[in-house]
């Protein structure tokens, strides 16, 4: 079947620091990969959308100097939340397609706490 | 742009009774939705999804039909149970490989 790991599962950095996370797709390509936010209100905030061999595209409220992302192979992706603050606590998440016929197929996640 | 609307935040429900989760959607593709939902500290899963207009899709019992007609996509189950206690989320595949998620509903069964 079809699964992504995300890794760290919880994270606990200071205010200012940055913090990496990772993402693994395992049993079928990640054409695309999608970092989202989960806050703790639950709504889903699309980061951005990587795929391959196109440029990486931002949301509104969401820039590559504060969120860069790799996405070097077809099962990789990371992401790095630089200079984090309260604003930016919330749960990670990962999701990775195949193809735009198909659903998108979630990690757990990332729990990041900025102390 | 494109987006989803899920009007309530919370229901909930004793074990036995229907349910309906509501989520409509705008979009300037042709629609595929989907439904997703999340136990607690676990990862989203599929729950169903269609991209057929007026074609019922079922799963686990649970059940809803895209109408494009009024751009609805509810979830529906006829006698929920305890386990269903979990966050449901409605999707839209909005163009390419990007997905876009309602606020989400959460639901609570209780005994």
């Known amino acids: 079947g079809a699964l992504v790991y995300q890794y760290p599962r919880r994270t606990i950095c200071k205010s200012g620091t940055s913090m990496r996370m990772e993402c693994q797709a395992v049993g079928f390509q990640a054409t695309s990969v999608a970092w989202y936010r989960q806050s703790p209100q639950k709504t889903f905030e699309l980061i951005a959308l990587s795929t391959v061999n196109s440029a990486i595209k931002y949301e509104q409220n969401f820039t590559q100097e504060k969120f860069p992302i790799s996405h070097p192979n077809l099962s990789f992706s990371s992401m790095t939340v630089l200079n984090a603050y309260l604003e930016d606590r919330g749960l990670y998440l990962c999701g990775a397609r195949p193809r735009t016929d198909t659903e998108v197929f979630f990690g757990k996640g990332t729990r990041l706490t900025v102390v | ?111």
């Open chain 2, 1 to 111: 742009g494109d987006s989803v609307t899920q009007t309530e935040g919370l229901v909930t429900l004793t074990k036995g009774l229907p349910v309906m989760l509501n989520c409509t959607y705008q979009t300037t593709y042709s629609p595929f939705l989907f439904w997703y939902v999340q136990h607690l500290n676990e990862a989203p899963k599929l729950l169903l999804k269609s991209s057929t207009d007026n074609k019922r899709t079922e799963h686990q019992g649970f059940y809803a039909t895209l109408h494009k007609s009024s751009s609805s996509f509810h979830l529906q189950k006829s006698s929920v149970q305890l386990s269903d206690s979990a966050l449901y989320f409605c999707a839209l595949k909005a163009g390419g490989y990007k997905v876009v998620f309602g606020s989400g509903t959460r639901l609570l069964v209780s005994p």
